[in-house]
Every structure is written in C-alpha cells, then in structure tokens.
Nanobody
Framework: QVQLVESGGGLVQAGGSLRLSCAASGRTFSRRAVGWFRQAPGKEREFVAAISWGGGNTDYSDSVKGRFTISRDNAASMIDLHMDRLEPEDTAVYYC???????????????????WGQGTQVTVSS
C-alpha cells in the first residue's frame, strides 16, 4: 500500500476554481493508477476522475468532464485535481485513492483501490 494525504479543499463560490493535491509516499506509487472520489452527505461515494500510472490515460465521470482535470507528477509523488466552474452539486468530501501494485490503469470502481487518503472538504456556495 501507499500512504496518501489530500490538501487544498475549502469554500468557494459557484463558478470558481479549486485545486486539490494528493501527496503520496511509498516506493511503488509510480506504478499505480490513482483516482479521485467524492462523497456528499447522505450519498454514496462516487467516482470523479482517475489517471494511469504514467499519466497517459485519464477517465472522468460525466458530471465533471470538461470542468475537472487530473494530473500527476511521479517524480514529486503528487496527484492534482484542478476543478473549474464549480457547482453547488460538487460539494463533498474528496478522497484520493491508489490502486494495488498491478493496477496501472484507471478504474471507476472504488473496490479497485486499496489505499485511501483521509479526505478533504470542498464546499461550493450558490
């Protein structure tokens, strides 16, 4: 497993932008796909975006496609989620997650990820 710590959450007005960061530790991090998930109050955790181990393959949920961008810097062991044109419906706790060692490609199922951060709150006011 790898250890993951998210940062960058906060309060923003609708239409604004935020950048979430996820710092990873663990020598096998660069060989793992990484994803962002979110969970709003009273709702199940849902997939947001994911990126392959080398960064060449990305996937986004329909609700964020065109507004969010996921990226990674393996040399720095960092994964970013840049969020533009935020909407109140984006309000949630956002989690960074890494797949197991053989999981090099992005997947949408939370069960495919075995390392999780503690989460960071994003609140979008209308």
């Amino acid at each position: 497993q790898v250890q993951l710590v998210e940062s960058g959450g906060g309060l923003v007005q609708a239409g604004g932008s935020l950048r979430l960061s996820c710092a990873a530790s663990g020598r096998t991090f660069s060989r793992r796909a990484v994803g962002w998930f979110r969970q709003a109050p009273g709702k199940e955790r849902e997939f947001v975006a994911a990126i392959s181990w080398g960064g060449g393959n990305t996937d986004y949920s329909d609700s964020v496609k065109g507004r969010f961008t996921i990226s990674r810097d393996n040399a720095a062991s960092m994964i970013d989620l840049h969020m533009d044109r935020l909407e109140p419906e984006d309000t949630a706790v956002y989690y960074c997650a890494a797949r197991g060692y053989s999981g090099t490609q992005p997947r949408r199922e939370a069960s495919q990820y075995d390392s999780w951060g503690q989460g960071t709150q994003v609140t979008v006011s209308s």
